[in-house]
T-cell receptor, first 111, second 109 residues
Framework: KAGVTQTPRYLIKTRGQQVTLSCSPI?????VSWYQQTPGQGLQFLFE???????NKGNFPGRFSGRQFSNSRSEMNVSTLELGDSALYLC??????????FGPGTRLTVL | AQRVTQPEKLLSVFKGAPVELKCNYS??????LFWYVQYSRQRLQLLLR??SRESIKGFTADLNKGETSFHLKKPFAQEEDSAMYYC???????????FGSGTQLTVLP
């Protein structure tokens, strides 16, 4: 079974731009969660989608948004990028209430 | 609010020695606890979860609700155990994990 995939793997943007990251879950998984990983704050939950509905949201500003499609693929968008948004963004999928399986992450650098 | 604390950022032990990675949590309800591991240049992966009560790669962890702890233990460390270990807590029906800051374990030859 193919694992969680994330595209792109690396991204460089400048302040003020917006960015869209993509996550393809394991086949059959309907839940997709997003996390931000930084050296200072560690791993922090962004949001979770299940069957195209946002089920839970972490403590991040409205510039961070996401969506899930009918095939369970998910995207997250960050608008008006700030230097502090530089991070590794991880996506995880699960069947529902089961174990989360993580993708390799997208490394975002904001200049 | 829920919180996970891993007091040791770095931990070094010699091969064959016992190892214990500490994890304490605060949560008012009944939490589900996990240990995730990240080997060098690999993705984050589940090591074990408390409800399974299994031993993976020789590691075990027992949930102690009285002490609100979920320490990870292995009686004889191996060099291939060197990795970053994260303790995590999940609550409610949504898949939201609260992670500790992680412990970098180095097993010396």
């Amino acid at each position: 079974k193919a694992g969680v995939t994330q595209t792109p793997r690396y991204l460089i943007k400048t302040r003020g731009q917006q960015v869209t990251l993509s996550c393809s879950p394991i086949s059959g998984h309907r839940s997709v969660s997003w996390y931000q990983q930084t050296p200072g704050q560690g791993l922090q939950f962004l949001f979770e989608y299940f069957s195209e509905t946002q089920r839970n949201k972490g403590n991040f500003p409205g510039r961070f948004s996401g969506r899930q499609f009918s095939n369970s693929r998910s995207e997250m968008n960050v608008s008006t990028l700030e230097l502090g948004d530089s991070a590794l963004y991880l996506c995880a999928s699960s069947l529902g209430q089961d174990t989360q399986y993580f993708g390799p992450g997208t490394r975002l650098t904001v200049l | 609010a829920q919180r996970v604390t891993q007091p040791e950022k770095l931990l070094s032990v010699f091969k064959g020695a016992p190892v214990e990675l500490k994890c304490n949590y605060s949560y008012s309800g009944s939490p589900e606890l996990f240990w995730y591991v990240q080997y060098s240049r690999q993705r984050l992966q589940l090591l074990l979860r408390h409800i399974s009560r299994e031993s993976i790669k020789g590691f075990t962890a027992d949930l102690n609700k009285g002490e609100t702890s979920f320490h990870l233990k292995k009686p004889f460390a191996q060099e291939e155990d060197s990795a970053m270990y994260y303790c995590a807590l999940s609550s409610g029906s949504a898949r939201q994990l609260t992670f500790g800051s992680g412990t970098q374990l180095t097993v010396l030859p």
